[in-house]
């Protein structure tokens, strides 16, 4: 068994034009004094990192290494959410997916994929000179408009988008390979990897890649109503990457899954501060421990109540309070005969 590496940080939803968030070095300043000991850079947040230069300049991710070294902080990885998303995109969805790329490609699909893959392999080369084994990102959807139809999907449907969203990701799996990094998608609704039964689909048709991961976010298999602690006794070996986000669920006979177009805060099911949920954070990290997870484990703050300045603070305690230090030997170690293999085939009368 392994220990559990953090607390951890992702940076995405707290960088701002404002100080201490406008910079890596006052977002690092701030978030060590929190108590942090590692943060998850969002690829795509040029006030916080450049990618293109990381993955062309040693130099560069030595001075943004240095900077968090300065400041108590280790790198845990590179994230591209965002860029994941534009691999692909179902058609209804360009408008709103455009914002994620450079106006320069604004309506025109083909380019803002090509754009999207070519900043994965950015990402590839620029997480092997910072030194990192694990990536974040999207899958991104061609099937999600299908995932509850009406009227049935058409035979063959889904297969063909899972076979076209395997063929997008498979040579940008083998530059994670060659990059000596794990390439882990968040399951996520609204992605085609959305669940345990998708995931598995996708991995069928890019033959297993060992560079296929997950990032384990309990919070939307609550929103699910997935059984979490389960998913981790079936994928664990896949398991690479860990965000700490907790969420709850209160269906009634006006809502369930679906939240009925409200808002998030009126929502059956909403994302809270860690603490003010429902996941069971000592079942998951005991269960980590027990597959011998060795990653980071990473807040990711998003709660429609609580402030994201006490959810960052209260944060750090948490995930610490949660950490199990991993056992080193047996706990009855005491009670050992101390016996051979000789004398236990005597104790078995086969001697």
Same mark, same amino acid.
């Given at each position: 068994?392994?220990?559990?590496?953090?607390?951890?940080?992702?940076?995405?939803?707290?960088?701002?034009?404002? &100080?201490?968030?406008?910079?890596?070095?006052?977002?690092?300043?701030?978030?060590?004094?929190?108590?942090? %000991?590692?943060?998850?850079?969002?690829?795509?947040?040029?006030?916080?990192?450049?990618?293109?230069?990381?993955?062309?300049? %040693?130099?560069?991710?030595?001075?943004?290494?240095?900077?968090?070294?300065?400041?108590?902080?280790?790198?845990?990885?590179?994230?591209?959410?965002?860029?994941?998303?534009?691999?692909?995109?179902?058609?209804? =969805?360009?408008?709103?997916?455009?914002?994620?790329?450079?106006? &320069? @490609?604004?309506?025109?699909?083909?380019?803002?994929? &090509?754009? &999207? @893959?070519?900043?994965?392999?950015?990402?590839?080369?620029?997480?092997?000179?910072?030194?990192?084994?694990?990536?974040?990102?999207?899958?991104?959807?061609?099937?999600?408009?299908?995932? =509850?139809?009406?009227?049935? +999907?058409?035979?063959?449907?889904?297969?063909?988008?899972?076979?076209?969203?395997?063929?997008?990701?498979?040579?940008?799996?083998?530059?994670?390979?060659?990059?000596?990094?794990?390439?882990?998608?968040?399951? !996520?609704?609204?992605?085609?990897?959305?669940?345990?039964?998708?995931?598995?689909?996708?991995?069928? +048709?890019?033959? !297993?890649?060992?560079?296929?991961?997950?990032?384990?976010?309990?919070?939307?298999?609550?929103?699910?109503?997935?059984? =979490?602690?389960?998913?981790?006794?079936?994928? !664990?070996?896949?398991? %690479?990457?860990?965000?700490?986000?907790?969420?709850?669920?209160?269906?009634?006979?006006?809502?369930?899954?679906?939240?009925?177009?409200?808002?998030?805060?009126?929502?059956?099911?909403?994302? +809270?501060?860690?603490?003010?949920?429902?996941?069971?954070?000592?079942?998951?990290?005991?269960?980590?421990?027990? =597959?011998?997870?060795?990653?980071?484990?990473?807040?990711?703050?998003?709660?429609?109540?609580?402030?994201?300045?006490?959810?960052?603070?209260?944060?750090?305690?948490?995930?610490?309070?949660?950490?199990?230090?991993?056992?080193?030997?047996?706990?009855?170690?005491?009670?050992?005969?101390?016996?051979?293999?000789?004398?236990?085939? +005597?104790?078995?009368?086969?001697?």
């Amino acid at each position: 068994m392994k220990t559990i590496k953090g607390p951890a940080i992702f940076l995405a939803q707290f960088a701002g034009d404002a &100080a201490p968030f406008n910079n890596l070095e006052n977002i690092a300043s701030w978030a060590g004094s929190l108590g942090y %000991k590692g943060v998850q850079i969002p690829s795509w947040d040029g006030r916080l990192f450049e990618l293109k230069r990381a993955a062309e300049s %040693k130099t560069y991710c030595e001075e943004v290494l240095g900077t968090l070294a300065k400041h108590g902080l280790q790198l845990t990885e590179l994230s591209t959410h965002l860029q994941g998303q534009l691999v692909a995109v179902h058609p209804a =969805y360009d408008l709103m997916f455009d914002g994620f790329a450079p106006p &320069a @490609v604004h309506g025109n699909r083909r380019a803002r994929q &090509a754009w &999207a @893959v070519e900043q994965l392999l950015l990402a590839a080369k620029a997480s092997t000179n910072l030194g990192v084994k694990a990536h974040a990102t999207f899958s991104g959807a061609l099937a999600w408009p299908y995932v =509850y139809p009406w009227p049935q +999907r058409p035979a063959g449907l889904i297969e063909s988008a899972f076979a076209e969203l395997a063929a997008r990701w498979l040579p940008i799996l083998n530059a994670f390979e060659n990059a000596g990094v794990d390439l882990c998608f968040e399951i !996520h609704p609204g992605e085609d990897l959305h669940d345990g039964a998708t995931f598995e689909m996708f991995l069928d +048709r890019v033959k !297993h890649h060992s560079r296929c991961n997950l990032l384990f976010d309990p919070s939307h298999f609550v929103l699910q109503q997935l059984d =979490y602690l389960q998913f981790i006794d079936l994928y !664990h070996d896949r398991i %690479k990457m860990f965000h700490v986000k907790d969420a709850e669920f209160h269906p009634s006979g006006r809502q369930g899954v679906y939240g009925g177009y409200q808002p998030w805060i009126e929502r059956a099911g909403r994302f +809270r501060s860690l603490g003010d949920g429902q996941v069971d954070f000592r079942g998951i990290f005991s269960k980590l421990t027990q =597959y011998g997870f060795e990653g980071w484990a990473v807040l990711e703050w998003e709660c429609c109540i609580k402030s994201s300045d006490q959810g960052a603070a209260e944060g750090a305690p948490f995930i610490a309070r949660h950490i199990i230090q991993a056992a080193g030997r047996a706990f009855d170690d005491f009670a050992g005969s101390g016996a051979d293999q000789a004398a236990n085939r +005597r104790m078995l009368g086969v001697e």
